[in-house]
Protein backbone atom coordinates (compact mmCIF):
# COMPACT_ATOMS: atom_id res chain seq x y z
CA UNK A 1 0.00 0.00 0.00
CA UNK A 2 1.10 3.70 -0.73
CA UNK A 3 -0.12 7.02 0.51
CA UNK A 4 0.58 9.46 -1.63
CA UNK A 5 0.11 13.59 -0.78
CA UNK A 6 0.79 16.14 -3.12
CA UNK A 7 1.63 20.41 -2.16
CA UNK A 8 2.65 23.34 -3.55
CA UNK A 9 -0.62 23.96 -5.84
CA UNK A 10 -0.93 27.64 -5.72
CA UNK A 11 -2.42 30.57 -7.35
CA UNK A 12 0.68 32.17 -9.85
CA UNK A 13 0.55 34.69 -12.80
CA UNK A 14 1.04 33.67 -16.15
CA UNK A 15 4.68 33.27 -16.88
CA UNK A 16 5.92 32.48 -13.16
CA UNK A 17 6.91 29.11 -11.44
CA UNK A 18 5.56 26.40 -9.24
CA UNK A 19 7.05 23.05 -7.75
CA UNK A 20 4.64 20.35 -6.69
CA UNK A 21 6.02 17.62 -4.62
CA UNK A 22 4.05 14.12 -3.72
CA UNK A 23 5.38 12.50 -0.17
CA UNK A 24 4.92 9.28 -0.88
CA UNK A 25 4.78 5.96 2.11
CA UNK A 26 5.72 2.90 2.42
CA UNK A 27 9.16 1.47 1.89
CA UNK A 28 9.60 0.53 -1.73
CA UNK A 29 9.00 3.78 -3.08
CA UNK A 30 12.19 3.17 -5.39
CA UNK A 31 9.97 0.09 -6.71
CA UNK A 32 7.07 2.51 -8.24
CA UNK A 33 7.18 4.71 -11.68
CA UNK A 34 6.09 7.67 -10.74
CA UNK A 35 3.80 9.76 -12.91
CA UNK A 36 2.12 13.01 -12.76
CA UNK A 37 -1.07 14.21 -14.24
CA UNK A 38 -3.62 16.96 -14.80
CA UNK A 39 -7.37 17.77 -15.27
CA UNK A 40 -8.52 20.78 -15.72
CA UNK A 41 -12.49 21.24 -16.10
CA UNK A 42 -14.35 19.84 -18.70
CA UNK A 43 -11.65 18.19 -19.49
CA UNK A 44 -9.94 14.41 -19.44
CA UNK A 45 -7.17 13.49 -16.92
CA UNK A 46 -4.02 13.52 -18.50
CA UNK A 47 -0.35 12.83 -18.64
CA UNK A 48 1.82 15.35 -17.90
CA UNK A 49 5.54 13.72 -16.67
CA UNK A 50 6.59 10.49 -15.61
CA UNK A 51 9.91 9.01 -13.85
CA UNK A 52 10.87 5.57 -13.16
CA UNK A 53 12.19 4.05 -10.57
CA UNK A 54 15.74 4.65 -10.59
CA UNK A 55 14.90 8.07 -12.83
CA UNK A 56 16.55 6.49 -15.82
CA UNK A 57 13.61 7.12 -17.68
CA UNK A 58 11.65 10.15 -18.19
CA UNK A 59 8.86 11.31 -20.24
CA UNK A 60 6.73 14.61 -20.90
CA UNK A 61 3.74 15.53 -22.76
CA UNK A 62 4.70 17.30 -25.93
CA UNK A 63 2.74 20.59 -24.00
CA UNK A 64 5.10 20.90 -20.80
CA UNK A 65 8.26 19.53 -22.83
CA UNK A 66 11.22 22.39 -21.83
CA UNK A 67 9.11 23.39 -19.18
CA UNK A 68 8.58 21.40 -16.95
CA UNK A 69 11.55 19.26 -14.66
CA UNK A 70 10.28 16.19 -12.97
CA UNK A 71 12.93 14.48 -10.27
CA UNK A 72 12.52 12.04 -7.54
CA UNK A 73 14.38 11.55 -4.16
CA UNK A 74 14.08 7.95 -3.14
CA UNK A 75 15.78 8.68 0.38
CA UNK A 76 13.23 10.63 0.82
CA UNK A 77 10.30 9.03 -1.18
CA UNK A 78 9.16 12.37 -2.86
CA UNK A 79 8.88 13.21 -5.95
CA UNK A 80 8.51 17.04 -7.21
CA UNK A 81 7.39 18.73 -10.39
CA UNK A 82 9.21 21.95 -11.53
CA UNK A 83 7.30 23.63 -13.57
CA UNK A 84 8.37 27.18 -14.94
CA UNK A 85 7.32 29.86 -17.74
CA UNK A 86 3.08 28.63 -16.35
CA UNK A 87 0.82 28.75 -19.14
CA UNK A 88 -3.02 29.66 -18.72
CA UNK A 89 -3.73 26.19 -19.82
CA UNK A 90 -1.46 24.52 -17.37
CA UNK A 91 -4.22 26.20 -14.86
CA UNK A 92 -5.55 22.66 -13.76
CA UNK A 93 -5.63 20.08 -10.61
CA UNK A 94 -2.24 18.27 -10.67
CA UNK A 95 -2.34 14.61 -9.61
CA UNK A 96 0.41 12.32 -8.51
CA UNK A 97 0.50 8.52 -8.93
CA UNK A 98 2.46 5.38 -8.44
CA UNK A 99 2.65 2.20 -10.47
CA UNK A 100 4.94 -0.68 -9.42
CA UNK A 101 6.08 -0.97 -12.93
CA UNK A 102 9.89 -0.97 -14.44
CA UNK A 103 8.81 1.39 -17.24
CA UNK A 104 6.97 4.53 -17.42
CA UNK A 105 3.22 4.29 -18.31
CA UNK A 106 1.39 7.36 -19.72
CA UNK A 107 -2.14 5.63 -19.28
CA UNK A 108 -3.56 6.39 -16.55
CA UNK A 109 -5.27 2.99 -15.84
CA UNK A 110 -1.94 1.59 -15.43
CA UNK A 111 -1.44 3.17 -12.09
CA UNK A 112 -2.72 1.65 -8.79
CA UNK A 113 -2.14 4.70 -5.87
CA UNK A 114 -3.07 8.02 -6.40
CA UNK A 115 -2.97 11.28 -4.54
CA UNK A 116 -5.81 13.66 -4.05
CA UNK A 117 -4.52 16.45 -5.99
CA UNK A 118 -3.80 20.01 -5.80
CA UNK A 119 -5.06 22.75 -7.56
CA UNK A 120 -2.72 24.83 -9.56
CA UNK A 121 -4.28 28.32 -11.27
CA UNK A 122 -2.22 30.18 -13.47
CA UNK A 123 -3.69 34.12 -14.03
CA UNK A 124 -2.72 36.16 -16.85
Known amino acids: QVQLVESGGELVQAGGSLRLSCAAS????????MGWFRQAPGKEREFVSG????????YYVDSVQGRFTISRDNAKNTVSLQMNSLKLEDTAVYYC?????????????????WGQGTQVTVSS
Open 97 to 113: AAARTSYVPSADGAYTY
Open 26 to 33: GRTFSNYA
Open 51 to 58: ISGSSITI
